[in-house]
């Protein structure tokens, strides 16, 4: 079957990132990002971003089919993130 691709499902999850041994200690949230076809199916990649896991800038899986990417409230300071990138110096 050829697939033109014009119709799309997507599936975000939304996370916590808490400090190790502190549930109660909030340090970020995450969304986790899958989006693909919805008539075929086929999943859509994520082209340009690297593999891995970051609080501090969006990342992919392996197969590059889901981002993971850091976001904050709108009415948190820019101070945040600052903390979270003097983290994973």
Sequence with gaps: MNCSHVNFESYVSVGRIHEEGKPEVITG??????????????PFEFVGVPGGYSPTQPMVNFDATELR????PSSDPVEHVKVLLNREK
């Excluded at 969304?31 to 199916?41: F, L, M, N």
């Excluded at 990417?69 to 904050?72: L, M, Q, V």
């Design 29 to 42: 949230y995450t969304a986790d990002i899958v989006i693909r076809c919805a008539d075929c199916k086929i």
């Design 69 to 72: 990417a850091p976001i904050k």
